[in-house]
């Protein structure tokens, strides 16, 4: 498979493809949404442009992954001219893990069974339609533009307002819509669809605001990964004690709704369509430290890994000091 990050040297942006232990650098290229504009605007396959633009170049990719390099890793994909060009959005309820969550996390009495459970039952019924037709439409959420995402080694906030900030160690899928307006899948890449738990905890129409929030990507995008079953780990490390660990599954196979599915009704939306824009899409967890009773702390570790995805995605949880001050609107 091939595997490319994204890479910065104060002013200087670079992209790489992984060859372990090194990292191969690519000529011509700032970023990855470079090439995949290529790759449309010249009706070539995404790898054939990658391989023209090898250089003779390598750089050691440990002391880029541990930090202790002038260069360092950024978030796999960002549009380089405009980062609201850039749509972050998920899909909720994906997994069995997930919806079992919820119901507990919104269920008084746990026999009665909750919206959201109807709803990934819902998923189990119809999610996986045959081959061109059109499923049940999965739970849908947005998360941002483009300035939410972060890269490896980047600590995500939880903003003055929130109530907590959690892990959720899944896998996001990158677009590009190509000129004529149809969407592109670039690849693949491990995510942290950071959300505030506890403020959905509340009242599950609060599930909007709870995505609000920064994410990460990466370290890498995986161009040509197959999405059936993918073995995966989610870890919480405190103080340098591991705190928290699970085992998790991801991909079709241990999912309610197909990929085609998913990529169907996130861009079915016309407005999901538009020429030149990047997707970020992420397609669910299967397990969260916060559904084991988990509250993470100021300077928590999370750390994800999937099989085949490259190395593990590293991220420590940055807790906002300051209070709440009322966003004061004035009249122009």
């Not at 599954?249 to 709704?257: A, I, N, P, R, S």
Request: with cysteine.
């Amino acid at each position: 498979m091939t595997r490319l990050v994204q890479i910065q040297n104060g002013a200087l942006s670079s992209v790489a493809v992984v060859e372990e232990p090194r990292l191969h650098l690519l000529g011509e290229a700032q970023s990855i949404y470079e090439l995949a504009e290529s790759a449309d605007l010249t009706s070539r396959p995404l790898k054939s442009v990658i391989q023209e633009r090898l250089a003779s170049k390598f750089l050691d990719y440990d002391s880029i992954y541990e930090g202790k390099s002038e260069w360092r890793l950024l978030p796999p994909i960002h549009h380089p001219r405009d980062a609201a060009s850039c749509l972050v959005s998920g899909t909720g309820l994906t997994h069995l893990g997930s919806a079992n969550d919820r119901q507990a996390m919104h269920g008084d009495d746990a026999a009665e069974e909750t919206d959201s459970l109807r709803m990934f039952r819902l998923g189990v019924a119809g999610g996986k339609p045959p081959p061109g037709q059109v499923g049940v439409a999965p739970e849908w959420f947005y998360k941002g533009t483009g300035t939410i995402l972060r890269g490896h080694g980047d600590p995500l906030d939880v903003p003055p307002h929130a109530e907590d900030g959690g892990e959720e160690g899944e896998i996001a899928g990158v677009y590009y819509v190509d000129e004529n307006g149809s969407p592109r899948r670039i690849g693949f890449a491990v995510g942290n669809e950071f959300s505030d738990h506890a403020y959905e905890k509340e009242n599950y129409l609060h599930l909007a605001g709870s995505k609000l929030r920064t994410c990460s990507l990466g370290p890498e995008l995986v161009i040509d990964a197959e999405f059936e079953s993918i073995a995966g780990r989610v870890s919480i490390t405190r103080g340098g004690d591991l705190l928290w660990a699970k085992d998790v599954l991801t991909g079709e196979k241990e999912m309610c709704h197909s990929l085609a599915n998913l990529e169907h009704h996130h861009f079915k939306f016309d407005g999901h369509r538009r020429p030149g824009d990047l997707h970020v899409h992420f397609f669910g967890a299967c397990a969260l430290s916060f559904g084991a009773g988990i509250k993470l702390a100021n300077g928590d570790v999370m750390e994800i890994s999937f099989a085949g995805f490259g190395r593990p995605l590293r991220n420590t949880v940055r807790i906002a000091k300051a209070g709440i001050r009322p966003i004061i609107v004035k009249t122009l």
